[in-house]
């Protein structure tokens, strides 16, 4: 599975598999220490940091009860399966965001943890705005966020451009 976690030798070091280099326990602190920085000062551009699924697992810890940022952009971030499994359930428990930039990232990478992110898109109390630009969805994610949008009235924008969709689901 190229989207897990994984532990480095003699544990100092996280790999996202096929996402990255590996970054260190320091270097992974420094970033979370960053993120909460952004997030308490009500920042929701994370654009080209590439936090990858540490990081954004972390962000999304911190997003769950936020009610200050309603757009969260994290265009460029190195966001794969794990990543987009750990913002469905900050989805699940935010009312406040409303856009949700996600272009250029890997979230089409584990259809599984896409599946859990398109329901979570689909329940969302507030989002409007989606962008899945470039994620390397293929028409088995397409279908799932489409089966899962036509329950959500909010949502009146969705750009799937750059993706790996066939003409068929389009």
């Given amino acids: 599975d190229n989207s897990v976690l994984e532990h480095g030798s003699g544990g100092d070091a996280f790999v996202q598999a096929g996402l990255g280099p590996a970054i260190s326990e320091e270097e992974q602190e420094r970033l979370i220490a960053e993120i909460r920085s952004d997030v308490e000062a009500g920042n929701g551009s994370l654009v080209d ?40 359930v900050m989805l699940g428990q935010n009312s406040t965001l409303e856009s949700l930039c996600m272009e250029w990232n890997s979230l089409g990478r584990d ?48 750009d799937l451009r750059w993706n790996n969709i066939s003409d068929v689901v389009e």
């Fill in 111 to 158: 259809t599984t943890d896409f599946d859990t992110l398109a329901r979570a898109v689909g329940k969302s109390p507030s989002l409007q705005i989606i962008d899945f630009r470039n994620n390397r969805l293929g028409d088995q994610c397409a279908l799932a966020l489409f089966r899962e949008l036509k329950f959500n009235t909010k949502i009146h924008s969705v």
């Fill in 49 to 88: 940091r590439f936090i990858g699924d540490v990081g954004i697992s972390a962000l999304a810890d911190m997003l769950k009860g936020n009610t200050t940022i309603s757009e969260l952009d994290l265009r460029g971030n190195r966001i794969g399966g794990i990543g987009g499994a750990a913002l469905a």
